[in-house]
């Protein structure tokens, strides 16, 4: 018997951080796995090129693939306009269980929503379920082979409209290959690579941000 990681980081962040303060929750994160034990947060480094496409971008419906710990969730959350939505979709139930209490801790939860299940078996119902036309900004963060034909389902669903951006995260570690060549070779997607590090270590990675043009 004994914590898993994602349980650690809930204890860090009710210990340290100060309830309903956003802010103090992504820092204390960062903090914690930068100094204590490495977790996969999209971190601060990476996480600074995120809030500056969300800012750019005022998304008034947005979707994230992979919640883990919340740690972006609540990241994207502090910075969403009024009656703007995050929904945030976790397969992983004890990852989903960890990410509700941080996020309710941060004080977001009237801006989150967050869905437990198959990323596949979702995207389908996404229009019905939540009364949606498209989504204004896409953050994939999970399975980074789940990238591509998420990226296709989606489409084909009618969940991206021109102008739609997906950011995804690990495109060179672990990296997501076939993703990179599809959005960056395809006439319907003007691609951008955002250099980084792995979060918390020297490592390169980086951020693709894609806009679909329809
Ligand atoms: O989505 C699920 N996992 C997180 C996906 N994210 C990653 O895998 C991920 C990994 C890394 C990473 C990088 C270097 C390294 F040495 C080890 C891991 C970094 C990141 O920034 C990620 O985002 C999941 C899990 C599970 O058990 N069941 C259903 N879904
Ligand atoms: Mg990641």
């Known amino acids: 018997y004994g914590s898993t990681r994602p349980e650690r980081i809930l204890a860090e962040v009710k210990s340290k951080a100060t309830r309903g303060d956003a802010r103090s929750v992504v820092d204390t994160i960062d903090q914690y796995c930068r100094h204590q034990e490495w977790a996969m947060n999209v971190g601060d480094e990476k996480g600074t090129i995120l809030d500056s496409i969300v800012c750019e971008v005022k998304p008034r419906a947005m979707l994230e693939l992979g919640t883990y710990c919340g740690y972006s969730a609540v990241r994207i959350a502090s910075l969403l306009p009024p009656n703007s939505r995050l929904i945030t979709m976790e397969f992983n139930p004890v990852f989903a269980a960890i990410a ?115």
């Open 100 to 214: 509700r209490q941080v996020i309710a801790w941060a004080g977001v939860e009237d801006k989150v929503v967050l869905i437990e299940g198959p990323s596949g078996d979702w995207i389908p119902k996404m229009k019905k379920e939540f009364g949606l036309t498209s989504f204004d900004l896409v953050f994939l963060d999970h399975w980074k082979d789940c990238y591509l034909p998420d990226t296709k389902l989606m489409e084909e669903c009618g969940l991206l409209r021109t102008g739609s951006i997906l950011v995804a995260d690990n495109v060179i570690c672990p990296g997501a290959p076939d993703y990179l060549e599809y959005v960056r070779g395809s006439p319907r997607y003007e691609s951008k690579y955002f250099r980084s590090h792995l979060e918390y270590t020297r490592v390169e990675d980086g951020i693709e941000k894609s806009v679909f043009l329809g």
